[in-house]
Nanobody, 121 residues
């Protein structure tokens, strides 16, 4: 059974930094063949894609409002992903979800339960 577990959320003042981690387990396919993504869901809003890192090339992509502030990484040996968030803004508040979707095999799409990030003074 595949599990994704996020950690690292909390309360931070505007301008601060947080590092979110996503630990994975139980993947039958190679971790390297999964696209790792981080989504954010603010209160009363739809879940939105924040950042992604794509397979072997580790190509990254970001939502416009986090470019230059957030960095997504993956550790193949530990089968984890991380989202380093800097220069946090109040609008970054929300529950952050880790997602792993296989790059070629349909149906291999897994989610964590989320970690709450609150940015407030």
């Amino acid at each position: 059974q595949v599990q994704l577990v996020e950690s690292g959320g909390g309360l931070m003042q505007p301008g601060g930094s947080l590092r979110l981690s996503c630990a994975t387990s139980g993947m039958s396919a190679s971790f390297s063949n999964y696209i790792m993504r981080w989504f954010r869901q603010a209160p009363g809003r739809e879940r939105e894609l924040v950042a992604s890192i794509i397979t072997t090339a580790d190509t990254t992509d970001y939502a416009d409002d986090v470019k230059g502030r957030f960095i997504i990484t993956r550790d193949r040996a530990r089968k984890t992903s991380a989202l380093q968030m800097t220069s946090l803004k109040v609008e970054d508040t929300g529950t952050y979800y880790c997602n792993a979707v296989h790059s070629t095999i349909r149906g291999l799409d897994f989610w964590g339960k989320g970690t709450l990030v609150t940015v407030s003074s």
